[in-house]
């Protein structure tokens, strides 16, 4: 579970887009008049949204293969060469409905904001510090890490279950599992 952990928490998948944003997105982008690929397509979303939103090949490929179904883009090429471009039908639908395909960007800029940017980077600047710790401290340095995470951990749930009394127990008992897990 480490690296799964580490590569979603940190490098972040980050929250879900809505179903249909992802398809706007391929249109919004194909509708400038280049021609993509899937992998630039899930690069291009993801740099044009600081990272924000990073649609996934399990959302992009279908997306890419319900559009052409619907006639609205057509591949050239095989395999990962396989380049998108919008029909005639494609440009006639990404004019008609602009404003809602650019609506996708919108969604995406909403999912987090400064604070849960800044955020991000704390997590990862302490990610690499525990790194740098497990592969190199001492046997101590290592337990005092381990010492100082756990309380750390504690004090996170702590502020979420002051902000929701209900949340309180929920939030004990994950801790309660977390620490019978190690």
Sequence with gaps: MGKMFLRTAFEGRGPRARR?????????????????????IIQ?????????WRPSAGS?????????????????????????TLTDEGRAYAEAHAEELRGSWDA???????????????????????????????????????????????????ILAEDDPASAQSAQDAQDAQDSAE
Excluded: C, H, K
């Design 44 to 52: 291009e979303i993801a740099q044009r949204t600081d990272g924000v």
């Design 108 to 158: 995406a800029a909403g999912m987090a904001d400064e604070a849960a940017f800044e955020l991000g980077d704390m997590i990862r600047q302490l990610v690499m510090a525990v790194m740098e710790v497990r592969r190199s401290g001492s046997t101590s340095q290592v337990a005092e890490a381990r010492r100082v995470l756990t309380e750390a951990r504690r004090s996170v749930y702590r």
């Design 20 to 40: 249909g944003d992802v398809r706007a997105a391929i249109l919004d982008l194909l509708a400038e008049g280049n021609s993509w690929n899937g992998y630039q």
């Design 60 to 84: 992009v490929y279908p997306a890419l293969q319900q559009l052409e179904d619907e006639g609205l883009i057509s591949p050239e090429g095989e395999g990962r060469r396989r380049l998108y």
